[in-house]
């Protein structure tokens, strides 16, 4: 794995661990690609607006924002309505779709998380433990400011070697609420490339497939069982759905998200 993708994966506040970079002529066209396909999905006012109304945060927050990784496909997040409930669906693709919010200044008080997701299929195959395999259908990924003193050598190095190639030092700790093809609700997967992410599994299996799934989150409870310690300042929220390690095809829908002020 390239190093730099890992490094870019991290900084985005996302979990996966993608595969080798393609070839330069391709990597281009996907990027001219998804980034004609977030111009007419995601830079215009209903767009905004839509997600503004869907995704409530506490105030501060920087307007969401798609990200993309090089060499990887993107889907974009469309604004939809699915069984009557105001959306947002992706389209994955063997892709990589990331939605993000960052707070600056970062957020001290922050309360219960409520969200909901939808999928038609699982990405088969994938192990959230393996980086090899590391996909997901769908995530909520929240990052936090604390303090790197507590951090390994190693963990240093990586932050440094991030801040230099794109500009981000990595979060001080990342939880990601996670559906997982196996594993039992309420385990804790630790990143298999840094134990500074983590994923707390909310659902589990292919029981739930089609149907709306509904969570209400003690964020800061959740954070002292994934982590073991307090949850410091929040820095960023996001969306993650990534199918590029599997190379499978589903479609994933995000309804309302409500992140609550202490």
């Not at 111009?39 to 307007?63: C, F, I, M, Y």
């Not at 589990?204 to 003690?218: F, K, L, M, T």
């Amino acid at each position: 794995m390239n190093l730099r993708v890992w490094l870019l994966l991290i900084c985005a506040v996302v979990l996966a661990s993608c595969g080798g970079l393609m070839p330069a002529e391709r990597s281009g066209q996907l990027a001219a690609d998804a980034d004609l396909r977030d111009a007419r999905s995601h830079d215009n006012a209903a767009w905004k607006l839509a997600v503004e109304s869907l995704l409530q945060t506490p105030p501060g927050g920087d307007s969401w924002q798609s990200m993309h990784l090089p060499g990887k496909r993107f889907a974009g997040f469309e604004s939809t309505d699915q069984q009557g409930r105001p959306s947002l669906s992706v389209k994955a693709d063997r892709s990589v779709s990331i939605l993000r919010q960052r707070f600056a200044p970062s957020l001290t008080e922050f309360g219960q998380l409520s969200f909901s997701w939808r999928v038609d299929a699982l990405p088969e195959g994938a192990d959230l433990g393996e980086a090899e395999h590391a996909d997901a259908a769908v995530r909520i990924l929240l990052a936090f400011d604390g303090d790197r003193s507590k951090w390994s050598a190693r963990n240093h190095r990586l932050s440094e070697m991030s801040r230099l190639m794109t500009g981000e030092e990595l979060p001080y700790a990342t939880l990601a609420y996670v559906w997982s093809n196996q594993g039992e609700p309420g385990s804790v997967i630790v990143n298999p490339r840094t134990d500074r992410i983590r994923k707390l599994v909310v659902e589990s299996g292919a029981g739930q497939i089609g149907h709306w799934r509904d969570y209400r989150r003690d964020v800061r409870a959740d954070f002292i069982k994934a982590f073991g310690e307090e949850p410091g300042p929040l820095v960023a929220v996001a969306l993650m759905t990534d199918t590029d390690n599997t190379r499978s095809r589903l479609r994933a829908w995000y309804g309302p998200l409500t992140l609550g002020s202490r």
